[in-house]
Structures are given as C-alpha cells and as structure tokens.
C-alpha cells in the first residue's frame, strides 16, 4: 500500500493489471487506507469486533472504492469480504469492489478478484525498472518469504517466484537469498515435463534438508531412482548455487546400486568417451547461443562425519569436458583427464567417489541468468546429458526416444 500510494503509476498499473478494474477519476486523485476507514482516525469499537476492516482501501472520496483482504498463513473467508463490502455502502459507497490477495486462488463472485501473491510479485518484478517503489516492494516480498519459509511458517513460492539469479556486484550473494531462489528454480523444473523422460518424478522430495552449513553454495537435487527410495541409489539431477555461478549437473553417487555402476564400468574407457562425446553433440547448440556455458566434468573423494557432514575431501578432479573431444577453437585436446576420471570410478577401491557430468555457468558471463526464462535453459543441459543417464537406467530409454 506505501508503494502505491507513493508512486500513481505504479498504481494505476495495479487497479488495471491485476485488479483489473477502471476508477472514476485518474489515480493520483484516489485516496489508499491501511487498515483505516475513510473519514474515521479512530475506528468504532463495533468494527473493530467485528473484524470488518479491509487490509487495504482505495477510493475516490465519493462513491467508488476497491476494498483489498489479504492473507499469509490464515484461511481466507468469503465472510469477511462480504463484511467489507456492506460497511463500504453502509459508508456511502455505492460503487464497491474487493480483491483478495492469498497464496492460492480462491473461489470468488463478480465482486470479488482472486490475486496471488506470487502474481503480484510477478508483475512487480516486471515494474522494476521503471519504479523504485515497485523494487522496493519486490525485495521486501523476498525479504519476508525468506524469512518465514526459514522459520517453517509456510513452504517457498507462497509470496514470489522464480524470476532468475540477479546476483552481479550491485547485487551481491547471500546464501538465504540463493536458497530462496534456488528452491524456486526447483520447483519451476518439477513442472517441466520433458525431464520426465530422464525419469524424473515431480512429486518425489529433493535433498532432505537444505541447512546452512556452508555460506558460499547452496544446493538441491531431483531424483531419478524410484519413488520410495533412496535418491543416492540412482543417479540424480543436482543444481547448485555458489557465489560466482550456478551449476547443473547428474550425480552419479558413491553408494549408486551396485547394478547401476557396472552398466557404467561396462562401457569401457571408448565407451564411455563415447557418451561424453553424444552429450556434447547434444550440448552443441547451446553453447553456440549462450557462449558463458561450461561443460563440466567433476569427480570427487570425500570422509564424512554422519551422513550429512563431510569431515573431509581428499581429492577431486575437474576439467572442461570439451578437453575430451578434439575440437577447433575449443580447449586444448587433453584425453588423459576423462581417461584418469573413468579410471577413478571403475576401481575406487573402496573410496567414497562420486562423479558428476553437466555444466557451469557463471555470472558474470551468463547474463541470461537474471531472466526467468533461464530455468528452460538449465532443463536443456540436463536434457542434453540423456545418453549417460539411459546407460545407467535403460529403462528410461524408451521413454526418451518417445519424448
């Protein structure tokens, strides 16, 4: 209500975007109320009993006005609209309308306008740039929905939603604000329905716990194994953000059933080169429209305290994997670390080693980011690593080849 009482453009983008309605007079005339009725600097003790005051109050002075109910955790009531609206004639108004403003739709009459939260996030986000207020707003949206979802009063997504990583040097990483983003990013993927056919069960749970045991990256995953089972039985697709990019990559774990691993060592060092060729081919595209992306190869050995705390990394490997594939203009043509990577996980020998194929993209070299569109863009690389994950789970290769 401050931002649109501060700023009438942004207010008659409001009463006409998302409200939808058409006031009498232009909007730098209107009058906006919070938890006020017009004309009353002290609310009569009968109103205040009854509950029947609007969250908000916009109108014209005269016989026009738009009463606002909004709601966070408490259950809307199609009551307490009702309420409103017969004290706005009861005061004169005439002409009355109301707009809910809650994390799911609800059911509503002629008079009543159902709004999101995460929809009024969305069309601030797009007002950014021309409004301070409206930027102002935004952050405040993320500020609270970061906070709340931190003390478990509701799940993310109920105020805004994924609207691309804005971390630059103006706006500098936090890691509450990557977990806010990244388990928007999370969500907006479950819904993609062309990682189905990578086997991915949208109602499946993710990492168990997203705890802040390390400032500097946060990170989730989507699983592929069953659903019932354990997600480190299987391969799955992780996404992680760190200070300076985001990675997107399929994990193939230590503790990957036993059955699933030899499929992979079966493929022999040829095969396996083979594979990483087909997901660069696949990948082909798009680094030729998005020049920032990095195809990534990462092996890691690692101690752990319990099952959630590692005590120790005691060595990792990571290169590009163009460096696998002679290529002009690329990285230079250096087989021997694919080869050293295979060879890791072929004959462990006990380690706890796992590895992970995808790609990175910074930054400051990925400006597409900052859209929300990316989140298309970062189904595609996982997309594009199909050819390893159906050698290790054929049973999604005909599921693949339908999609």
Not at 67 to 76: G, M, P
Not at 222 to 234: Q, R, V
């Amino acid at each position: 209500m401050t931002a649109l009482n501060e700023d009438r453009v942004l207010l008659a983008s409001f009463l006409r975007d998302v409200a939808t309605v058409v006031p009498p007079v232009s909007s730098d005339r209107l009058q906006l109320l919070e938890q006020q009725l017009p004309g009353d600097r002290e609310l009569p003790e009968e109103v205040l009993d009854g509950g029947g005051i609007p969250d908000g109050w916009i109108h014209d002075g005269e016989g026009w006005c738009i009463v606002i109910e909004s709601k966070l955790t408490a259950s809307f009531r199609p009551d307490q609209i009702a309420r409103h609206l017969r004290t706005a004639r009861s005061r004169g108004f005439q002409s009355a309308s109301a707009v809910s403003l809650t994390p799911d739709s609800v059911a509503c009459d002629g008079l009543l306008r159902s709004i999101r939260w995460r929809d009024v996030y969305s069309w601030l986000h797009q007002q950014r740039s021309k409004s301070r207020w409206a930027d102002t707003a935004a952050t405040y949206l993320e500020l609270m929905e970061t906070e709340l979802t931190e003390l478990g009063t509701f799940s993310r997504g109920t105020l805004t939603m994924f609207a691309g990583f804005a971390f630059s040097d103006d706006h500098p990483y936090t890691y509450l604000e990557a977990k806010r983003v990244l388990g928007l990013a999370m969500d907006e993927l479950r819904s993609d329905t062309r990682l189905r056919a990578l086997g991915v069960q949208p109602a499946e749970p993710g990492r168990p716990a997203i705890k802040g045991s390390n400032e500097r990256r946060v990170w989730d995953l989507l699983p592929l194994s069953p659903p019932g089972s354990l997600f480190t039985k299987a391969p799955h697709l992780t996404m992680g953000v760190h200070e300076d990019w985001v990675e997107v990559v399929v994990t193939f774990p230590h503790a990957m059933d036993g059955i699933i691993r030899r499929r992979i060592i079966d493929l022999g060092r040829e095969g396996f080169a083979e594979q990483v060729e087909q997901i660069l081919r696949a990948m082909r595209p798009l680094l030729e429209a998005h020049p920032g992306i990095v195809p990534w190869f990462r092996g890691i050995q690692r101690r752990y305290v319990n099952p959630s705390i590692v005590r120790a990394v005691d060595g990792s490997l990571e290169f590009d994997l163009r460096t696998a594939v002679p290529t002009i203009g690329g990285p230079k043509y250096q087989r021997q670390w694919l080869d050293t990577a295979f060879g890791m996980f072929e004959k462990r020998d006990g380690a706890n080693y796992q590895m992970q194929v995808g790609a990175q993209l910074r930054f400051k070299d990925c400006p597409e980011l900052s859209e929300a569109s990316s989140v298309g863009l970062l189904a595609e690389i996982w997309l594009a690593c199909s050819p390893l994950i159906t050698v290790a789970l054929p049973e999604l290769q005909a599921i693949a080849a339908s999609t």
